[in-house]
């Protein structure tokens, strides 16, 4: 008898403990999309954007990863020259390539600034898989823009990733000889203004090492500036 009882008591401890487990469950977060498809949302804002507010085609756009997206001041520094930014964090370019015709297709831009490829080699991808993607970029651009011209600004050296210097100076190296061979391709070289006599990175990050302060977009603007205003002059496709 008393094991008996003890068997009945065990079933409804179980059948109890059954509806709390799966209403644990129930409430746990849903798994995260993953390739191109997490950065959906913000995708889906650029175009809520563009409904609101369509954007004149031959604008400058700048294009890429949060290095972009987090330039807050990209208009002011490049006034007047009329600019879009799409940048999206912590995107590569596998993911630039797959939003293109959300990113940068159907501005008909008069140029494209391209700033990606640091996150993809801190994801483990080969620096020879990074430039192919990049290839592929291009192929995408000469399809759907012809021959309007693209400006590769180089991987940055930074605190937080300083271990992938070597790696990011060789996918540099590759693009850079990719733009000497062609004509609607020119590589924008960030990287010596962003370090130090001693070669490390100076001190323009904010806490996370990785992405910058204001004085760090004051010098990528002393870079990329004059090199858009020529970008702007250019025939618009």
């Known amino acids: 008898m008393l094991n008996r009882l003890a068997a009945i008591s065990a079933a409804l401890l179980v059948a ?81 390539n797959f939003y293109f015709d959300q990113v940068v297709g159907p501005y008909h831009p008069r140029a494209v600034f391209f700033y990606a490829g640091e996150n993809d080699l801190h994801a483990g991808k080969a620096g020879a898989d990074v430039v192919a993607d990049f290839e592929r970029f291009m192929a995408l651009k000469t399809a759907k823009l012809g021959a309007t011209p693209v400006y590769f600004i180089s991987l940055k050296p930074s605190k937080a990733r300083w271990a992938q210097k070597a790696d990011q100076d060789a996918v540099n190296a590759k693009i850079r000889a990719m733009a000497s061979a062609r004509a609607d391709l020119d590589y924008v070289d960030v990287v010596p203004t962003m370090l130090q006599a001693d070669g490390t990175p100076k001190d323009i990050f904010i806490a996370d090492g990785l992405h910058m302060t204001p004085s760090g977009y004051a010098l990528w603007t002393a870079v990329v500036r004059p090199v858009a205003e020529t970008a702007a002059k250019a025939p618009c496709a």
């Open 16 to 96: 109890g403990a059954a509806p709390a487990a799966m209403a644990q469950q129930s409430s746990a977060a849903p798994p995260q999309p993953a390739g191109p498809e997490r950065l959906a949302p913000e995708i889906e804002a650029f175009a809520a954007q563009d409904r609101a507010t369509p954007p004149e085609r031959c604008k400058v756009v700048f294009t890429g990863s949060s290095s972009v997206r987090f330039w807050s001041t990209l208009a002011q520094d490049m006034a007047p020259i009329p600019v879009i930014n799409r940048g999206f964090g912590g995107s590569q370019i596998s993911d630039v």
